[in-house]
């Protein structure tokens, strides 16, 4: 038994530091602030699907943290490889990951790159050498859950620009459309280029079917807006590619007096009839300052702007042509940038927002009805409880959004 006694102490004292560490670690968690989403207006039941993601900066600890209907869970109460990742794996590709390991092994962390339909995961990625040049080429990978097979296809793709990136995928008959926004850089010019393009795979057959490109603007890419959107995103047949470039300069409002650091230039718009192929531009009135493009619903596109502490959504009509006025949401802060609508999520004829109020230490999320721009849900993320163990400066930051159960 002697020579088993020195491994003894060693497997007792590994045991007795992991868990005084653990219980230490969920200890602090315990004096960082405790965020709860409470209900300001509409139906309470729509925020137990929401998942916010944030950062929290303290005077002793910098900590990722998680918000649901439930409460706050911060990363360091997680196990070990969760914390060793993080929190910016989207809960989407987590769970994709904990149920089919062997098949996303190595594979992005971009929600965008998947696309699941019945029993088969899609996934589509654009691969880089190591020293980050592009191939020239799109790698598409299937998986059947149920009888295991794998598909893997090229597809080649070289006019795509040096730096891409795949918006959201869709499906229709059997037709995966893959879009893509890329840009590049010229030293010789100093200019920049953007474009988009759009792959259409036959699954069925297993074959790249046609593809469409198309330039979008030359503005800078690093203060440019693009959004790419569908009719219907159960069975699209039209796609609208909106661009727009946030300027940091002043501006007055004429209307009401209010200034803000940032006015929206919209660039263009551009349909796409995914059945004709055809392209047409869509010619919207400009201003001095803009409101954003944030959904399409079949046949209005939704805008959206900032007045003081006011958000004014609007369509317009793509066949009347029309702008109205559809609604108008309060919010008790002016401190909410532009940027914050690059967080959003269209999913099951809903558009759901995250706006991080700067430098509040609390977020505003919005669930409005994609059809009929009805406000459905406001709530407010704020502190429940906060027992800091050291006075200090702290900073908070919501920074994602995501569904719990979008099945997607």
Same mark, same amino acid.
């Given at each position: 038994?002697k020579? *088993?006694?020195?491994?003894?102490?060693?497997?007792?004292?590994?045991?007795?530091?992991? /868990?005084?560490?653990?219980?230490?670690?969920?200890?602090?968690?315990?004096?960082?602030?405790?965020?709860?989403?409470?209900?300001?207006?509409?139906?309470e039941?729509? /925020?137990?699907?929401?998942l916010?993601?944030?950062?929290f900066?303290?005077? *002793?600890?910098?900590?990722?943290?998680?918000?649901?209907?439930?409460?706050?869970?911060?990363?360091?109460?997680?196990?070990?490889?969760?914390?060793?990742?993080?929190?910016?794996?989207?809960?989407?590709?987590?769970?994709?990951?904990?149920?089919?390991?062997?098949?996303?092994?190595?594979?992005?962390?971009?929600?965008?790159?998947?696309?699941?339909?019945?029993?088969? #995961?899609?996934?589509?990625q654009?691969?880089?050498?190591?020293?980050?040049?592009?191939?020239?080429?799109?790698?598409?990978?299937?998986?059947?859950?149920?009888?295991?097979?794998?598909?893997?296809?090229?597809?080649?793709?070289?006019?795509?620009?040096?730096?891409?990136?795949?918006?959201k995928?869709?499906?229709?008959d059997?037709?995966?459309?893959?879009?893509?926004?890329?840009?590049?850089?010229s030293?010789?010019?100093?200019?920049?280029?953007?474009?988009?393009?759009?792959?259409?795979?036959?699954?069925?057959?297993?074959?790249?079917?046609?593809?469409?490109e198309?330039?979008i603007?030359?503005s800078?890419?690093?203060?440019?807006?693009?959004?790419?959107?569908?009719?219907?995103?159960?069975?699209?047949?039209?796609?609208?590619?909106?661009?727009?470039? #946030?300027? $940091?300069?002043?501006?007055?409002?004429?209307?009401?007096e209010?200034?803000?650091? $940032?006015?929206?230039?919209?660039?263009?718009?551009?349909?796409?009839?995914?059945?004709?192929?055809?392209?047409?531009?869509?010619? #919207?009135e400009? /201003?001095?300052?803009?409101?954003?493009?944030?959904?399409?619903?079949?046949?209005?596109?939704?805008f959206?702007?900032?007045?003081?502490d006011?958000?004014?959504?609007?369509s317009?009509?793509?066949?009347?042509?029309?702008?109205?006025?559809?609604?108008?949401?309060?919010?008790?802060?002016?401190?909410? /940038?532009?940027?914050?609508?690059?967080?959003?999520?269209?999913?099951?004829?809903?558009?759901?927002?995250?706006?991080d109020?700067?430098?509040?230490?609390?977020?505003?999320?919005?669930?409005?009805?994609?059809?009929?721009?009805?406000?459905?849900?406001?709530?407010?993320?704020? #502190?429940?409880?906060?027992?800091?163990?050291?006075?200090?400066?702290?900073e908070?930051?919501?920074?994602?959004?995501e569904?719990?159960?979008?099945?997607?």
């Amino acid at each position: 038994m002697k020579k *088993y006694r020195a491994l003894s102490i060693l497997t007792i004292i590994i045991i007795v530091t992991f /868990s005084l560490f653990y219980v230490q670690s969920h200890t602090l968690s315990q004096s960082f602030p405790q965020y709860k989403i409470n209900t300001i207006e509409g139906d309470e039941s729509l /925020s137990d699907e929401l998942l916010i993601k944030g950062d929290f900066y303290g005077p *002793y600890a910098d900590e990722e943290f998680e918000v649901t209907r439930e409460g706050t869970n911060y990363l360091r109460d997680e196990r070990l490889t969760k914390r060793l990742e993080g929190n910016h794996v989207p809960n989407k590709v987590q769970q994709l990951r904990n149920e089919q390991r062997k098949f996303m092994r190595m594979k992005s962390y971009d929600e965008n790159e998947y696309f699941i339909v019945e029993d088969t #995961i899609i996934s589509v990625q654009i691969p880089y050498s190591r020293w980050g040049i592009y191939k020239g080429i799109i790698e598409l990978e299937t998986y059947n859950r149920t009888t295991k097979e794998t598909n893997r296809y090229e597809i080649d793709a070289p006019d795509l620009l040096d730096y891409a990136m795949i918006e959201k995928m869709y499906m229709n008959d059997g037709i995966l459309y893959i879009p893509i926004l890329n840009m590049e850089y010229s030293m010789d010019t100093d200019g920049e280029k953007t474009k988009f393009h759009l792959y259409m795979f036959d699954l069925n057959e297993g074959k790249l079917i046609d593809s469409i490109e198309t330039l979008i603007d030359s503005s800078d890419y690093y203060v440019a807006f693009a959004n790419v959107f569908v009719d219907n995103e159960q069975q699209p047949t039209e796609m609208i590619i909106t661009h727009a470039v #946030i300027s $940091e300069e002043y501006y007055e409002d004429t209307t009401d007096e209010a200034t803000s650091p $940032e006015a929206i230039k919209l660039a263009n718009i551009v349909k796409i009839d995914l059945e004709t192929k055809e392209i047409t531009e869509i010619e #919207i009135e400009k /201003s001095n300052n803009d409101a954003l493009p944030i959904a399409y619903n079949g046949s209005e596109i939704l805008f959206v702007n900032i007045h003081s502490d006011i958000l004014v959504f609007e369509s317009y009509n793509v066949e009347t042509k029309e702008k109205t006025e559809k609604l108008n949401v309060e919010l008790d802060s002016q401190n909410i /940038s532009i940027w914050e609508f690059e967080n959003k999520i269209i999913h099951d004829g809903k558009i759901y927002f995250l706006l991080d109020h700067d430098m509040e230490q609390r977020a505003t999320v919005l669930i409005i009805d994609l059809l009929t721009t009805e406000l459905l849900f406001k709530g407010a993320i704020e #502190i429940e409880d906060y027992l800091p163990i050291q006075s200090g400066e702290t900073e908070v930051y919501f920074h994602t959004l995501e569904l719990r159960h979008d099945g997607k």
